[in-house]
């Protein structure tokens, strides 16, 4: 069984890497639709920029409420992900 | 532009690095003499080894290069904030809970303690060494930025003193940069970054057609297309008493007309014609001519203030509405106001005249709001039809979302509290502060964007001179905040290099013996080169962004350590040999790669950046799955040669 913590931050990870490759790919790929204001006067690059940081840090305080400190764990427990 | 040095600035500047400086030795010293240096982490508490975490992280070069590039380029540059936070994602997500399984704090402890190679601690070494030289650059450069406004010094000078002063501090004492001086630094820098916002919303935006200095930059025009240049000057006032330079020698063809005025200055304008109209903008130019003279705008250039010299830039020429000025502004207004404003950013043209004088064009260019807003100014290529363009961009972010993780010493702050618990808190904080900074960055540089102090010739004073235009005593204290955080960085950096060459390659690698006392004399020489190839590469590097080079330190570190650290952590299969190729083929490529780049041939050796060998400057892209795929290859060739100890042989020892 892989370690509760590290599936943890395995899943958050993707998330993270899903509205982060969402946002690098819409600029290299569709620069234009980063002029749209979804709030007034705020186009998408900033608000999405912001969203992305303070995303990241919602998201590491998710992981620390999530997570559990594991007092003794066995060690050879690493697995590898094949 | 001229710097005069101001007395409280330096009084002040002075007081708080001696301050800073002061208490780190004394923190040091204590720290030495108690239980040691690592014991008395145990106790620091989880907030401020949160802080700290953005006091480490933050260096100078993310504050200077980050704020510069903004001010200059706009959006583009708070790409680079978005990427760094990023990469803390997948440092505490993906790296740390594995790498604490493993017993382990850094990428070299965790490699060299799974296979005991010799020739993987020779890679680790050489590629710790390149990335902290990398690193050290643009620290460097910020160095003799920061030095210039404030002492008024040359860049060269001011590098060639912090460089110098580094390697006193590391050869002489010793420099233990505690983790109190860490959050001293990080919060310091946070909250007056906080300051430095507050007075820009407070300030909000005015109206003008120049800089601090008052010098009214004319735009005459805009004449119809039809008319021809002599008509224009011929029917204009403004040129009655001047005499029009023949458009010769390298300036044919180019869009400029030059004249001279009475009193032996040369105007330069810059012909912008959109087909239908045609208008003149003033701008300024830089001449270095054969016997080294500099001269500005035709004349030689004054050292004092009232004589000839660069006027300070950036500015908003036109605010929406008919208004000079919008009054105190919100988070969100600030962006709604300069959206709808019209900015003049300066762009620059470098031309070798025909008797080898070089000389710059620094041309005004007017720019909606709503433009500088947007990404596309920095990173061109992604408005380009050339889909190899793109890739430049998404080879960047990708690094930077990867070079957190594979910095050598960036890690070892989470393990530095009593538990697991403490350790995640204080990354919490960590990415809250760092965070909360970066999302500053765009304010403070959008705010420099239109302060009328910006300097024309380089980007990364910006943060600096835009606090100078608020008063003396925030520019005093941020410029202080910003050289103590780059003494740390350099010192940690050089020291971390020390120990690369002296453990990794000369002891481990190469089977030297040291006694104690030598081995001490062998750090301190390896010091001494690492800080003056430090110096010289500071120098060399001086047109450049340090956030930009701050990139390139990432995509190396990224192309050659992640691949081996998440393939260690994550597959079974890995063997040293692995491991070796991965490091040594991601370096050498991604290093390769940054010294055959256009951005290298442009701003380092001077060449044409076309010729350059390789179709995109950075190379994230192709060297991280370059160092995936060469570890998997050279794994699976080499598989079974060697039992891999199983993890519970290495769990247990070790720690730092």
């Not at chain 1, 002029?35 to 690059?45: H, R």
């Not at chain 2, 003056?532 to 190396?556: D, E, H, Q, R, T």
Request: hydrophobic content about 45%; glycine content about 10%; aromatic content about 12%.
């Amino acid at each position: 069984m892989q370690p509760r913590n590290t599936r943890i931050g395995l899943i958050l990870f993707f998330v993270y890497l899903l509205l982060y490759g969402g946002f690098v790919f819409l600029n290299a790929l569709s620069p234009d639709s980063m002029d749209w204001q979804p709030i007034e006067g705020i186009n998408l690059a900033i608000s999405y920029g912001f969203v992305l940081i303070i995303g990241a840090f919602l998201m590491a305080l998710l992981y620390g409420l999530l997570c559990k400190t594991e007092r003794s764990h066995d060690a050879s427990s690493m697995e590898d992900e094949q | 532009m001229i710097y005069e040095p101001s007395t409280i600035a330096v009084i002040v500047f002075l007081a708080f690095v001696g301050l800073t400086l002061g208490l780190s030795f004394y923190l040091g010293r204590q720290a030495k003499s108690s239980e040691g240096f690592f014991a008395a982490h145990g106790q620091i508490p989880w907030f401020v080894n949160g802080v700290a975490f953005a006091g480490d992280y933050l260096s100078a070069a993310s504050f200077l290069g980050i704020c510069g590039m903004i001010a200059f380029k706009g959006y583009d540059g708070f790409l680079y904030s978005i990427g760094y936070l990023a990469g803390w994602i997948v440092a505490l997500f993906v790296v740390a809970e594995p790498m604490k399984r493993l017993g382990k704090f850094t990428f070299a402890d965790a490699l060299n303690s799974t296979f005991h190679s010799r020739g993987i601690r020779l890679v680790v070494g050489i590629s710790t060494l390149v990335v902290s030289v990398f690193y050290l650059i643009p620290q460097m450069v910020g160095a003799g930025v920061l030095i210039q406004p404030l002492l008024g010094f040359p860049h060269w000078v001011g590098v060639l003193l912090v460089g110098a002063t580094v390697i006193g501090i590391v050869t002489s004492a010793g420099m233990v940069s505690t983790t109190w001086v860490q959050f001293l630094k990080g919060s310091l820098l946070v909250v007056f970054s906080g300051v430095l916002t507050y007075v820009i919303l407070q300030r909000g935006f005015i109206e003008k057609q120049g800089g601090i200095d008052g010098h009214v930059f004319q735009v005459l025009g805009p004449f119809p297309a039809s008319s021809s240049l002599d008509q224009i000057v011929q029917g204009t006032p403004a040129f009655q008493d001047s005499q029009v330079l023949p458009s010769d020698d390298v300036w044919a063809d180019r869009p400029y007309l030059r004249t001279k005025q009475p009193d032996g200055g040369v105007t330069f304008w810059r012909i912008d014609s959109d087909g239908e109209t045609t208008t003149l903008r003033e701008s300024q130019v830089l001449t270095i001519n054969l016997n080294g003279e500099t001269l500005v705008n035709g004349m030689l250039k004054g050292v004092q203030k009232g004589e000839p010299e660069l006027h300070p830039v950036g500015y908003i020429h036109q605010l929406a509405g008919d208004r000079e000025e919008t009054g105190p502004l919100g988070m969100l207004s600030f962006f709604r106001e300069l959206g709808t404003a019209e900015v003049t950013l300066w762009g620059e043209d470098k031309l070798v005249e025909s008797d080898g004088s070089k000389t710059t064009v620094y041309y005004p260019i007017p720019v909606s709001g709503s433009e500088v807003l947007r990404p596309g100014r920095k990173f061109t290529g992604i408005r380009s039809d050339n889909p190899i363009d793109r890739l430049n961009f998404l080879s960047l972010m990708l690094a930077l979302f990867c070079g957190t993780a594979s910095l050598p010493h960036i890690l070892i702050r989470y393990y530095t509290v009593k538990d697991e618990a403490a350790a995640r808190k204080s990354t919490i904080v960590g990415i809250a502060a760092i965070g909360f900074f970066y999302v500053l960055t765009l304010y403070i540089g959008l705010g420099a964007m239109v302060s009328g102090s910006l300097d024309v010739t380089t980007d990364n004073m910006s943060a600096p001179l835009l606090a100078k235009s608020i008063n003396q005593w925030l520019f005093a204290i941020i410029s202080a905040i910003a050289f103590t955080t780059v003494l740390g960085t350099v010192s940690g950096l050089i020291i971390a290099s020390a120990g690369a060459v002296t453990h990794d390659l000369l002891v481990s690698s190469l089977g030297f013996k040291f006694s104690g006392n030598e081995e001490v004399r062998v750090a301190k020489i390896a010091s001494i080169i690492v800080g003056s190839i430090a110096i010289g590469l500071g120098i060399l590097f001086k047109g450049l962004n340090v956030s930009f080079l701050v990139g390139w330190a990432f995509s190396i570190a990224a192309s050659a350590n992640l691949p081996s650290l998440i393939m260690l952590l994550f597959w079974k299969r890995t063997t040293s040999q692995g491991i070796i190729s991965a490091v040594t083929v991601g370096m050498i490529s991604s290093l390769a790669w940054v010294l055959l780049s256009g951005d290298t041939y442009q701003a380092v050796y001077g060449l044409d950046p076309a010729d350059a060998f390789v179709p995109f400057s950075q190379p994230g892209i192709v060297t991280i799955p370059l160092g995936f795929i060469t570890l998997v290859v050279v794994s699976l060739m080499t598989s079974g040669r060697e039992p891999r100890q199983s993890p519970s042989d290495y769990a247990s020892g070790g720690q730092k």
